[in-house]
Structure formats: C-alpha cells, structure tokens
C-alpha cells in the first residue's frame, strides 16, 4: 500500500456537526478495508502525459518502441543478413536454402547482448581483446559494412555500384537511389503507413532524418519477415538493397536511436516525477426540506406532565461545500474546504438533541467558514501522517465502517452516521496518522483540539488546553466481506459537555457549578457483505467519564443495528434501515446537586429510567452521477429517554449536487 498517505480524499462523502460556533466537519474517509497499492494510485490527480514529439511522427506510424526493440532488431538483422548474403551467395542454387536454415539461430543472445560469443560473431582474436559489448557491436557492423559493400561492388551489372554515395548530399531527392530504393521497399512491404496518397512522402525532398525514420521503421518490419520466416517473402534483392541502405545512412540512423533513446530516458523521468503542483475542486449543494409533528414535552421529569408543545416548521434550507485538493508529489494532500448554510439544529424548537439531521450546517445563516484545512502526507509505505488546523479529527481520521455515512449521501439522522462515541470532543485540529500494519490490519490515531488557535487561557483552548481528544482505531478485515473497527478515545472536557452532539451529552446537572471531566470511551463498529446487494452491521459504545474535582463517575451506553441495501432498484442507488439507543446515561453517582439524569429533583445519584429508541428508513435515489434524491424518516420514542414525551417524527426530502 504504496500510496496510503494520500488517504485518498472522500471529501463531501460524509460530515460531523459540532457545536454551534463549528461547522460540519468535511469527511476524509478510507476504503473500509485496506488500501491496495494503485499506481494510479492513486490514485493521480493529473493524468500521464503521452509524449511523442513531432520530430519522431511517422503519420499515423508509431515508432515508440525503437529504443529497445530497433537495437535488438537491428544486431539480429546484421547477424542473419552476414549469413543470408554470403551463405546464400557461395552456395550452388539447390544447397542455399538448406545451408542457410541450418545456420546458428542469434535470438537466443538478444536479450543479453554482451553474451554473444567471439566465434559467434567471427571476430579475429585481435578485435576482441580488451573491448566491450558495445565495442564489439561496432567491429561487427564495420565488418558487415565492408562484407556488404565487397558483395554489391562485385556484381558488374549492379547498377547502384554506379551512384554517387547519398552520404555527400544534405538532403534526399526523389530522383535519387535511395528515395527510389526505399520507396519500392515500402510499397511491396508495407512498413510505412499513414502517407498522403498512399505514397511514400508524396515524392518530396525530405531531409535525411526524416529519411532514416522511414527506413528504421522498414528495418524492423523486414527484419520481422526474417524472423517468423513467412514463405520466404524478402527477396535476396531487398536484403541487398536494404543493406546499402543501411550503410548509407549508417549516421543518421545512429544519431536517430541517440535521439529517440534520450526520449525515452526524458519521458521516463517525467512519468516517474509527474506530479507538479496540481489542484482540484470538488463540491456539494445540498437543497433540503425537512419539519416535525407536534409533540408534548416534559421538560422537568419530576411529575411526569409535559410543559411544553415542540415542533418546527416544514422548511426549505441548504448547505453548500467547496473544496480544494491540491497535490505537490502525487503521494501528498493538502485540502482546503469552505462551507456555508442557513439549516440549523432543531434541539431548540423540540427540546431534545435526538431528531438532529446528519447534513446540519450551523453557519450563522450561510456565514462562510473554513471547515477544513489538513494536509497529508506518507512517511512510509504504510504509515501517512496528517496535520491541520481543521478538519482533523477521529471522524475524519478513523477508517470508516458504517456503509449509512454520508452527509450527502447517507442516512439523514446525525446518530444513524456512525457511532456517537466517535465525536466526542468537537476535535477541529490536530495531528493524525494510519499505519498500515498488514494486508488485514491498520491502525489509526489521533490528538485533535476543539479551539487549537486560543492563545490565552489554557482552560478554554490551544493545543493542549481547552477540550482536546486522543485516541486510536483497530481496523480489523478478518474476511474479504467482513470489516470491524475497535474505537478507544480519551477526551478532556473543561466543562462537562460530553461533545458527542446527540443523546445524553452533558454530563453534570445544568443548575450545578461547572467542572472538568476526563473521559475514557471504547466501542467497536462491524459490517458484514452479506452480497454486493445486502450488508448487516452494529455499533456499541461506552464511556466512563471521572471530574477533576469531584468524586464519582458518570457512565453513558450507546447501539445499533442496521442494514444497507446497496443498488436497490438500480446500480447506485442505497436503501437503508437503522434501529438503536442514542447515548444514554445509566450510571452518575456524582455529589448530589451534581447528577444529571434528576436534575429537576434535586441532582441526585442514579442513571436515567426510561430509554430512547431511534428507528429510521431512507432511499437515496442516484438520478445521475451527480444528483441525488433521498427521502426519509426516523421516529424517536421517548425523546429525551423520558416515556412521558411524545413520539418525535422527522421527516426529510434531500437533494445533493456533486461537482
């Protein structure tokens, strides 16, 4: 997993909401199960280039792999042709065939130059003393010039022996030898393609490196005949022709191979360091209808009668985020993400935190923020580390397990986008990593501080004052269709808020005075591939929170279970179902005065009686592959986890734009 510490970026796939005065927290969530080494990894934000100069253009022609195949194929060819020309020429006529195919076969040696033999080359002992591979190639190709050039100066009636050597002319005529040799050898091979009229060049001057590309390509086709020995289709003709050519142009088509090599060596280095800073924007909208019932409300459990009638409005609101992922290496991200949005919590129009929607975006009516500025980046191969101002996080740090998160996508409850104990803290920025430490096994942790940038007072902010969070994750893929992650955070509240946004958050009775708590909390998330259409999951968690300055403790239990119905109906669509207790207190054995579940009577000890029940269902309907439609609905019984409160019913219509 070559590419973790790009944590590859699932920006807008999901949120956390914090208090009022921070804005939903952008997701940055992982593959469910480990990350697979992608050379694309990547994962690239900037596609590879194709390069191919217009020097090295045959129309239509690619000659790319000349580098490494023209060389072999040209050693080869000079080989097979020293033995085809003479064998074939100091033969009787019936002998020629049969002496040259039971010559040495040279393939053999392609691969590894340097082990050609001395005697497989007929190499004088005085030529191969003291030089190298490359030195030898060159004594060879001198002798196969020289053997070629005593051959054709011996046939009389050879009538190029006659012309003028094109190695003294800057261009090439089409009246010359050359242009009519090779033209004829394209015709009757076809190793050129792609020319106007089907004709080589169109019959007009070219200069000599274009010339040498043509021929290159005409070298490596015929030599390919040569090879397969297809029926004897090269005439003894053509090989004569085609070595003459060769030594004609012997300079350019060595300067050719230089030029077309360091190509090579450039687009190499430019693949292998592509990267330069790039950045992408991606985006969500989110247009939202949404209300509530009518319901009682006891809002001071001593008798059991309400005080209150709650409800909101059927209103119409958005939330809207921009972000910019830029990259310097093509390993690293650096995300910058704006928000806005005018949907407010309804916790104070119905009394309670339980019907609190997962795409909330308390922006002071669409004030614009910075909800997320972190970078990241590898340090290893398995361990990518990230840091930031905002955003940083267990919820954007821990790998994600539940298939219902999404603030635009998922459930639209906050409780039904994972488990609560998760966001205890309102952590905004910090330093995390994820260590990779098998193909089944990683490792997540955080420190994360709710206001980092307070210079004053150590007990409301900096980076280690105010509320912070530390913790870690065992993401565990015991199976291919199996993922399970084991949460453990430790969190410090100066306050007594839990900070987890939903449920029982407050710890301390609101008539008492204010004072720190530290927090321990443990649970674990599972999901369960039952089929690409079907996954079962749960979640659990407990926490156990000690004050600084007081005696007891407060404990809080949370779960539930659901299902996800992916492509249900057509491929990207998602259903989901979702039944569980959002954070509970069972147990606050604080001084009396202190305790929270019998604020209203007197704060004594002892854990809430009733218990709230969240059930949900939705349907997103994937539109196209940039709109989606998800209604919904989720029904709390005994708001509050008070029995005395009326069923809350919250309904909500959906729209999300990607960009």
């Not at 940055?28 to 194709?50: D, F, G, H, W």
């Not at 430490?437 to 105010?466: C, H, K, M, V, W």
């Not at 305790?595 to 809430?608: I, L, Q």
Request: proline share 6%; hydrophobic share 35%; net charge negative.
């Amino acid at each position: 997993m070559s590419n973790i510490g790009l944590l590859v970026v699932g920006v807008l796939a999901t949120g956390q909401t914090p208090p009022a005065t921070l804005p939903e927290q952008l997701k940055q969530k992982p593959e469910n199960r480990l990350l697979e080494t992608n050379a694309t990894q990547t994962n690239s934000i900037v596609p590879v280039a194709e390069i191919t100069p217009p020097e090295f253009i045959l129309q239509e022609q690619n000659i790319n792999n000349i580098p490494d195949e023209f060389i072999k194929q040209k050693y080869k060819n000079i080989l097979l042709d020293r033995y085809k020309i003479n064998v074939i020429a100091a033969q009787p006529e019936g002998e020629k065939q049969q002496k040259f195919t039971n010559q040495p076969d040279f393939s053999q040696h392609l691969e590894n130059p340097s082990a050609i033999s001395r005697e497989d080359l007929k190499i004088p002992p005085s030529l191969g003393a003291g030089i190298s591979p490359h030195d030898v190639k060159s004594q060879v190709n001198q002798q196969v010039v020289k053997m070629t050039e005593e051959n054709i100066s011996s046939d009389s009636n050879n009538q190029m022996s006659k012309v003028t050597s094109v190695s003294q002319l800057d261009d090439v005529q089409p009246q010359d030898w050359a242009f009519g040799a090779l033209q004829s050898l394209v015709e009757r091979y076809g190793c050129i393609a792609g020319y106007p009229n089907s004709t080589f060049l169109g019959n007009r001057v070219i200069n000599r490196y274009e010339f040498a590309a043509g021929l290159a390509a005409c070298l490596q086709k015929i030599n390919e005949l040569i090879v397969n020995n297809t029926n004897n289709t090269v005439t003894e003709e053509d090989l004569i022709i085609l070595q003459r050519l060769q030594t004609e142009f012997q300079a350019q088509l060595q300067e050719l191979q230089g030029r077309v090599a360091n190509l090579e060596a450039q687009t190499e280095e430019l693949q292998t360091n592509q990267f330069s800073p790039t950045t992408k924007l991606v985006g969500q909208a989110i247009f939202s209808l949404q209300g509530t019932n009518e319901t009682d409300v006891d809002l001071f459990p001593r008798d059991g009668k309400p005080e209150r009638t709650a409800e909101t409005n059927w209103n119409f609101a958005n939330s809207v985020q921009l972000t910019l992922a830029t990259s310097f290496s093509g390993k690293d991200l650096l995300l910058t993400s704006l928000a806005a949005g005018n949907l407010n919590s309804s916790a104070p129009y119905v009394y309670t935190n339980m019907g609190r929607l997962g795409f909330e975006a308390d922006t002071n009516n669409n004030d614009l923020v910075i909800n997320e500025l972190s970078y990241r980046f590898p340090v290893s191969d398995q361990v990518g580390v990230v840091v930031g101002t905002a955003g940083v996080n267990p919820v954007n740090t821990f790998r994600g397990i539940n298939p219902l998160e999404g603030a635009g996508e998922g459930a639209i409850s906050l409780f039904a986008q994972r488990n609560p104990i998760l966001t205890i803290g309102y952590g905004t920025g910090g330093v995390g990593f994820d260590w990779q430490i098998s193909d089944r096994i990683s490792l997540q942790g955080i420190y994360s501080a709710e206001i980092p940038s307070f210079p004053n007072d150590t007990n409301l902010g900096g980076i280690f004052g105010g509320r912070y969070t530390t913790g870690a994750q065992l993401t565990l893929a015991p199976t291919d269709n199996i993922d399970v992650g084991i949460h453990y955070l430790f969190s410090h509240s100066p306050d007594g808020l839990l900070g987890n946004g939903i449920g029982d958050a407050q710890l301390i009775s609101p008539f008492a005075p204010s004072t720190a708590f530290n927090t321990h909390a443990v649970g674990a998330t599972a999901t369960w591939r039952i089929n690409p259409n079907l996954q079962l999951g749960a979640w659990g968690g407990w926490t156990h929170s000690d004050p600084v300055n007081l005696s007891g403790s407060v404990e809080t239990t949370n779960w539930a279970v659901f299902a996800a119905f992916p492509n249900l109906g057509r491929p990207g669509n998602l259903g989901g179902i979702l039944f569980g207790q959002p954070p509970k207190i069972t147990s606050s054995t604080l001084p009396e005065g202190y305790n929270f579940p019998n604020f209203s009577d007197g704060g004594t000890a002892g854990g809430r009686e009733d218990t709230s029940v969240h059930a949900e269902i939705f349907y997103r309907a994937q539109l196209n592959n940039n709109i989606a439609l998800t209604p919904g609905v989720f029904i709390i019984f005994n708001p509050d986890h008070n029995a005395a409160n009326d069923p809350l019913i919250v309904g909500a219509l959906r729209a999300t734009f990607r960009f």
